[in-house]
């Protein structure tokens, strides 16, 4: 790379600038989840997916309709049923009659043709149309009957579930939750965020949002990111993290009650999204609070938990804060 | 490169700052290491080495000085150090992450560079590197305090009476004799004991040593010196028993040499446990204590003896006795050489009296053992070499001081042998033997020298405490009547 490769300090500028629009935009309609916000954004620029977890109502759904119209992409929206077939999300080769009147098999592209696909309720479906979209998330691209076609980018699966405890879910197989780059908590607003829901959404005035934002920023946005350096200590610091997720690690307290610990997407996931955080912030290179703040969203669907870990009520966000209690940065 | 020119210079600095710091840290390090240990060897260095203050001071001051010049050494890389800055400043990451990717693939390098610039514009060398005391350093000057206290405190227990410097002295004098007891060329053992002797005596006069260890290395010095006596007595008496062929007369006088020297130095080492209150291991004349052949010994001693006193006056007529109980050879003897002398005649004699008197004596003290040779002054106690070779009952004692007076006995006509000899009984006789050398060395001794040396030692047996009570009347009174001992 010669020196007119490098990227400027008018090139940062503008990615801060672009990604505090967008955050912006999303919360004149989205009450309080600023974390929430940013963090699927990040998912965005670093070219993951999200997995939204929250009880029913609290504006999951919302969040990701908005974001598909703020960012310009086009967006569609599964909803996960119990008999919903895998069909109905990649589509499916049907007997059509063409322009001139003759039958033809032709195939019908089904919701996941799109840029930001918004899979809500995931875990009501059977994990049989849960796993439909484990190539489309992966290799961003769908194979019917032999044929495979590519999906168009930038590419974000936004998946919605309730806890897996509640009546009528399934849990999501792990190889699919290892897809996931984030998994993201929706949280309960807080009583001025539920003040400031009750004015937004009661009143006769409703607001829209309209796109800021294009693919060609996004992916602009995207490979920006992925030249941002990361130094030797501070991999070698998410390394050790992802290390102790591991249940023959040693770090930590909580290593007897994982059963199967992060995949090395844990520490892509940690890394890539680092990234995002260091230029957010204006810096050129990740620090160690970085992979620090990356680590929960990264981890936490990736370490799953023994039956002990079950029993005593232990989550993965509170081994993830052991270990980063316990490992040290150098 | 230009543009990390300002971070090489800071770099620079950061080396010189490093290798500073590294060898203020070394040298702090070494410095409490060698006083820790020093506090713990100080004393025993001093006391049982005798080491001078100069060589420990001397490593201590040496190894701080090299610990100091190691820390300045090193190879340091530039980038390496800049990478090494303090993580507070994030230098270290922006210069790890500008170099991610070597020097020029990292698009974000330029920026990363001038970030670092601007870093180390409010950035000094010192910051980064500073020396970062540790919790031991300032019990520094209180060890060192500590350890220069307990060495002069230990001269204090090195202080040794000038008894001990006398006794100094007195080794170097014994190292002297022993030198010129050792004439004989053939017995360099001698040199290396009168060496190890001056070499102690020194070591006291310098004040190296403590009163203990003192005694210890004189009754080590004893020992050895013991052990060569007895070697050379043992040496004397295993050869001369074996050996009375006429061509082997001139090893009997080498060995007769080494007897001399034995008692010589049997003198010398008496002397010096009694200046040193040690107590010896055996007896003058080469026989350690509880040494289950210490009779026999003596008796092969005190054979030797008397061929040796009798060599010396002149009289080498008598042959080599084959069988001890036959005593018509000794008789003989004067036959067999018409110009003999009267002493030799009468020591024929004598040597029969003797063989009668302690038989007498057991005869009438001691029926226990009927028909064995009793021997009635054991060797148990000897404090000197003169009571000890003066032992009561051996032949050499008894017979050797009856030389004179038996002579003058014999011109008077006032005595009769047969009140001295006690009863003749049978199987209670002690018998002994005269053997001479034949003519083959001169005399070295007045006849007279040996009767008065012997009767010395005879008095001062019988002045000993540690005879048996019954003894000393009988031994005071034998010897009385022959004229040897004064009323």
């Known amino acids: 790379m010669s020196d007119s490769d490098d990227v400027s300090e008018k090139e940062v500028a503008e990615f801060i600038e672009d990604f505090n629009i967008l955050k912006n935009e999303i919360s004149r309609v989205v009450v309080g989840h600023k974390e929430l916000t940013e963090n699927i954004i990040v998912c965005l620029l670093s070219k993951g997916h999200a997995l939204i977890e929250g009880v029913p109502g609290l504006g999951k759904t919302h969040l990701i309709k908005t974001l598909g119209t703020v960012l310009g992409l086009k967006s569609s929206r599964i909803q996960f049923t119990p008999d919903l077939m895998p069909a109905d999300i990649i589509g499916t080769n049907m007997l059509m009659k063409n322009e001139e009147g003759i039958n033809v098999i032709q195939f019908s592209e089904g919701p996941v043709f799109s840029q930001v696909i918004l899979a809500d309720e995931i875990n009501r479906a059977t994990p049989k149309t849960q796993s439909a979209l484990l190539e489309a998330m992966q290799e961003q691209q769908v194979t019917v009957w032999g044929n495979t076609r590519k999906l168009k980018g930038p590419f974000i699966v936004l998946a919605t579930q309730n806890p897996i405890e509640m009546e009528g879910t399934y849990p999501l197989p792990e190889a699919q939750l290892d897809r996931f780059f984030f998994k993201l908590i929706v949280r309960y607003p807080d009583t001025k965020e539920l003040g400031e829901i009750i004015d937004l959404t009661t009143r006769a005035e409703v607001i829209s949002v309209s796109p800021i934002s294009d693919e060609v920023k996004i992916e602009k946005m995207q490979n920006l990111i992925r030249s941002v350096p990361v130094p030797e200590e501070v991999r070698d610091y998410a390394v050790k993290i992802l290390q102790a997720t591991h249940p023959e690690s040693e770090v930590g307290t909580f290593a007897k009650y994982i059963r199967y610990g992060a995949s090395p997407r844990g520490v892509q996931s940690m890394i890539l999204s680092g990234k995002v955080f260091a230029l957010m912030s204006g810096r050129y290179n990740v620090s160690f609070g970085d992979i620090r703040r990356a680590a929960y969203p990264s981890l936490r669907h990736r370490i799953i938990l023994s039956f002990e870990g079950e029993a005593d009520s232990i989550t993965p966000d509170k081994i993830i804060e052991s270990i980063l209690i316990s490992v040290k940065e150098s | ?487």
Not at chain 2, 21 to 31: D, K, P, Q
Not at chain 2, 56 to 84: H, M, Q, T, W
Not at chain 2, 244 to 273: A, Y
Request: hydrophobic share 35%.
């Open chain 2, 1 to 487: 490169m230009g543009k990390i020119s300002r971070l090489k210079i800071f770099a620079d600095e950061l080396i010189r700052q490093k290798r500073i710091t590294r060898a203020i840290e070394y040298t702090l390090l070494t410095s409490f290491i060698l006083l820790s240990a020093g506090i713990v060897l100080a004393i025993p260095l001093r006391y049982f080495m005798g080491i001078d203050i100069i060589m420990p001071l001397s490593i201590y001051a040496g190894s701080i000085i090299l610990s100091f010049i190691y820390g300045l050494l090193g190879i340091e890389n530039p980038l390496e150090v800049l990478k090494d800055t303090d993580a507070r400043k994030f230098l270290n990451q922006k210069m790890s992450a500008a170099f991610q990717y070597g020097d020029s693939n990292n698009p974000y390098s330029s920026l990363l560079v001038r970030e670092a610039e601007d870093l180390i514009e409010n950035l000094s060398a010192q910051q980064v590197f500073h020396v970062r005391f540790s919790r031991r350093d300032p019990f520094q000057p209180l060890l060192l305090a500590l350890f220069l206290f307990l060495w002069m405190s230990s001269f204090s227990l090195l202080q040794i009476s000038d008894q001990a410097l006398t006794n100094g002295q007195m080794l170097i004098d014994t190292s002297l004799k022993i030198d010129a007891v050792n004439s004989d060329e053939e017995d360099r053992n001698l040199e290396d004991i009168a060496e190890e002797y001056r070499k102690l005596g020194q070591k006291i006069q310098d004040q190296f040593m403590s009163e203990h260890s003192i005694e210890k290395e004189v009754d080590k010095l004893s020992r050895k010196l013991e052990n060569k006596i007895e070697g050379l007595s043992r040496k004397g008496v295993d050869k001369q028993s074996q050996t009375f062929d006429e061509d082997l007369d001139s090893e009997i006088f080498q060995l007769n040499r080494k007897k001399e020297m034995s008692d010589e130095l049997n003198d010398i080492l008496q002397s010096l446990m009694k200046t040193f209150s040690l107590s010896p291991d055996m007896v003058p004349g080469g026989v350690r204590k509880g040494d289950g052949n210490n009779s026999g010994n003596s008796d092969q001693e005190s054979a030797f003896s008397e061929e040796k006193y009798l060599d010396d006056s002149g009289n080498n007529s008598l042959g080599k006795p084959e069988d001890p109980s036959d005593s018509t050879e000794i008789e003989q003897a004067p036959e067999q050489d018409s110009g003999k002398s009267e002493i030799q005649q009468e020591s024929n004699n004598e040597g029969a009296g003797n063989s009668q008197e302690p038989g007498s004596l057991e005869g009438t003290k001691n029926d226990e053992e009927p028909g064995t040779h009793q021997n009635p002054f054991p060797l148990e106690e000897p404090e000197d070499d003169m009571a000890a070779n003066n032992t009561p009952g051996t032949e050499e004692g008894l017979q050797d001081n009856t030389y004179k007076p038996l002579r003058e006995e014999k011109e008077s006509g006032e005595f009769d042998d047969g009140n001295i000899r006690g009863e003749l009984q049978e199987g209670e006789q002690m018998k002994s033997f005269i053997r001479a050398l034949p003519h083959i060395v001169d005399p070295t001794l007045e006849e007279m020298e040996v009767l008065y040396f012997y009767r010395n030692q005879l008095e001062n047996a019988i002045d000993r405490e540690s005879l048996p009570e019954n003894y000393q009347s009988v031994v005071r009174d034998y010897f009385l009547s022959i004229g040897v001992l004064n009323e």
